[in-house]
C-alpha cells in the first residue's frame, strides 16, 4: 500500500497563488507517476497536471501558464504551484499517485479562491 497525504489548501483572494503539496510513504518503489486532479461542486473530477518518473508534464489548458507541477524525487514529493487563481479554480484537489499498475489517492485539500 501507499499512503498519500496532501497539504496547502486554503483559502485565498482572485490574482493570489498557493502551493500544494503531496507526499507518498509505504511502498513507494516502483512510484512512476503523480498527479493533481480537482473537482468542484455538481462536476466531475478533472485533470490538472501529473508528472512521470521520467519528467514528463501534462497540464489542463485551463491552467497552463498559471500552474507548475514539480517532483521530488528524493522525498517522494509533488507539488503544484498555483499562480494568478481565479474563482473557477476553486475545488477539492486530489493528489494521485501511480506505483506500478495501482492507483493511489488521498483525501484530497480544499482551494478556495474568493473574488
Known amino acids: 500500500q501507499v499512503q498519500v497525504v496532501e497539504s496547502g489548501g486554503g483559502l485565498v483572494q482572485a490574482g493570489g497563488s498557493l502551493r500544494l503539496s503531496c507526499a507518498a510513504s509505504?511502498?513507494?518503489?516502483?512510484?512512476?507517476?503523480m498527479g493533481w486532479y480537482r473537482q468542484a461542486p455538481g462536476k466531475q473530477r478533472e485533470l490538472v497536471a501529473d508528472?512521470?518518473?521520467?519528467?514528463?508534464?501534462n497540464y489542463a489548458d485551463s491552467v497552463k501558464g498559471r500552474f507548475t507541477i514539480a517532483r521530488d524525487n528524493a522525498k517522494n514529493t509533488v507539488y503544484l504551484q498555483m499562480n494568478s487563481l481565479k474563482p473557477e479554480d476553486t475545488a477539492v484537489y486530489y493528489c494521485?499517485?501511480?506505483?506500478?499498475?495501482?492507483?493511489?489517492w488521498g483525501q484530497g485539500t480544499q482551494v478556495t479562491v474568493s473574488s
Open positions: 509505504g511502498r513507494i518503489f516502483g512510484i512512476n507517476a
Open positions: 494521485r499517485v501511480t506505483r506500478l499498475v495501482w492507483d493511489y
Open positions: 508528472t512521470t518518473s521520467g519528467g514528463t508534464t
